[in-house]
């Protein structure tokens, strides 16, 4: 029998398994990407290596967590997506009082000049203050800004890159701290003291450290993903602050991680096209396999693979599955929730999609589909987190984790454990703990620690 009638005699099921191993990463592979992360990591902290460095390591200024002393009411911006909150906290012995507002970004403002961005989030802010009554108050600010960001102190961050598909003008380059104290300036009718900036994963760490003083490291897995964590001051080669204290935290930036290649041992057709459609081709190639961002449309990739050979839905598609971003990454959660043997959430999805004529093998194989692109995700966390817990060698670390992927997906967490306890050093303890609204929260956090250590 030739080998294309063996081929043709396999079941559909049996196939789509076979096709699916390429989207999985086995433990040998992971600890060579640790072991590429690593090297990445200590070329980012270093002063010789780091304008070259792929994962940046930037500096955050932040050298002091929380320690629950703090109190006063402060606010908070956070800024990361198509929308963005002002939040004000009051603070005081075990009390924490929060409340917030979200407010959309328009698309012509995303894409529009960086002086109308900043003045709309300041009208913004006018305008939370006003409603809650806090319009004549000098109030402090931490600024979470969940963009590549090289800080130059506490208080001045340059933009390296938009992601997340920002692209404002006059703002890459720029000191984004400034910009914002420029158009509140410009209006002349609020007084804010900006006391720090910082992205969601130093936000993230900061929130959870509020809870939990073994909490050293943080990773956001959401639309984006990033991770930071405590470095001695002693390995930051570049850091120029006051000196005196032992410790400092690290934004990674890890979501670049493979933009030189590193990863490509693990790519596979679906990565590069996902990459070649993207705004940012070549860039955040690590982020490209694990954000809510690209999870759902690397699952429609293989879909549509599937369905072409004949393997899903009879060969018959639909307009929107062949239509880029038409699966949606929530749907990765919502079919992963179905229990086993029930495909109620998956008929629901498929029918959304103009695929009301897939049967029940055709639900498993998009089930396995989407199993395996958030396993090999959680795996390649997993393998970020096991490197940076073997790095810092503390013997019992809290990972404080943030992100809609993370929140919603019902067996990231589980993924998670099992595969950081397999690749982390023996005797390192960890325990993962989801992030309460950590880029607010953490953002206030470091406006109040910033006023304590003035104190």
Request: proline share 3%; aromatic share 8%; net charge negative.
């Given at each position: 029998?030739?080998?294309?009638e063996?081929?043709?005699?396999r079941q ?13 990463i086995?433990d040998?592979?992971l600890r060579e ?17 780091h ?6 390591c ?14 006063g ?18 603070l005081?012995?075990?009390?924490f009082?929060m ?8 698309k ?11 003045d709309?989030?300041?009208?913004c ?9 806090v ?5 402090a ?12 102190g506490l ?10 598909g ?6 890459v380059?720029e000191?984004?701290?400034q ?5 509140i300036?410009?209006r ?13 994963a130093?936000?993230?760490l900061?929130s ?13 897995i959401?639309?984006g ?10 390995n ?17 930036e890890?979501g ?6 590193a990863?490509?041992?693990i ?28 999870m ?11 369905t072409?050979?004949?393997l899903?839905f ?8 062949f ?13 992963e ?5 029930d495909y ?32 090999r ?8 987190m ?17 992100g ?9 967490h589980s993924?998670?454990c099992?595969?950081i306890?397999?690749?982390?050093n ?8 989801l ?6 929260r953490?953002?206030a ?11």
């Amino acid at each position: 029998m030739r080998l294309t009638e063996q081929i043709d005699m396999r079941q559909p099921r049996d196939t789509i398994r076979e096709e699916c191993e390429v989207l999985q990463i086995n433990d040998n592979q992971l600890r060579e990407i640790m072991n590429r992360l690593n090297k990445a990591l200590l070329l980012g902290l270093g002063k010789e290596t780091h304008s070259k460095a792929i994962v940046k390591c930037f500096i955050t200024y932040i050298q002091d967590l929380p320690n629950g002393t703090e109190k006063g009411k402060f606010l908070a911006l956070d800024l990361g997506g198509t929308n963005f909150r002002v939040l004000i906290i009051n603070l005081g012995p075990n009390h924490f009082d929060m409340q917030s507002k979200i407010y959309a970004i328009p698309k012509h403002i995303m894409t529009g000049t960086g002086t109308a961005l900043f003045d709309h989030i300041a009208e913004c802010l006018a305008n939370f203050m006003k409603e809650h009554e806090v319009f004549n108050e000098r109030l402090a600010l931490g600024f979470t800004f969940s963009f590549p960001l090289k800080q130059l102190g506490l208080t001045k961050g340059i933009l390296e890159r938009w992601t997340k598909g920002f692209s404002c003008s006059g703002v890459v380059g720029e000191d984004v701290v400034q910009l914002l104290k420029d158009a509140i300036a410009r209006r002349g009718d609020i007084s804010i003291s900006v006391m720090g900036i910082l992205n969601d994963a130093t936000g993230c760490l900061m929130s959870c450290a509020h809870k939990k003083r073994d909490a050293r490291i943080a990773v956001i897995i959401g639309t984006g993903s990033n991770a930071c964590y405590v470095e001695k001051t002693d390995n930051c080669e570049l850091f120029d602050g006051p000196p005196g204290k032992k410790e400092l935290l690290i934004n990674t930036e890890w979501g670049a991680f493979g933009d030189d290649g590193a990863l490509d041992f693990i790519r596979t057709e679906f990565d590069r096209d996902v990459d070649a459609n993207s705004i940012n081709p070549g860039k955040q190639v690590q982020e490209k396999m694990i954000s809510g961002m690209y999870m759902g449309e690397l699952v429609r990739l293989v879909l549509v693979k599937f369905t072409k050979m004949g393997l899903l839905f009879g060969g018959r598609g639909s307009d929107l599955l062949f239509e880029r971003g038409s699966f949606y990454t929530k749907y990765v959660s919502e079919i992963e929730s179905d229990k086993p043997g029930d495909y109620t959430n998956c008929m629901d999805i498929l029918e959304e999609l103009g695929l009301s004529h897939a049967t029940e093998a055709d639900m498993a194989g998009v089930r396995h589909v989407c199993e395996c692109v958030s396993r090999r995700a959680a795996h390649l966390v997993s393998a970020g987190m096991a490197t940076l817990l073997n790095k810092m060698a503390e013997p019992r670390v809290t990972i404080g984790i943030d992100g809609s992927v993370y929140r919603f997906h019902p067996h990231f967490h589980s993924l998670m454990c099992e595969k950081i306890a397999q690749l982390a050093n023996p005797g390192i303890v960890f325990d993962l703990m989801l992030s309460e609204d950590g880029s607010g929260r953490g953002a206030a956090l470091v406006a109040a620690v910033a006023c304590r250590e003035r104190c």
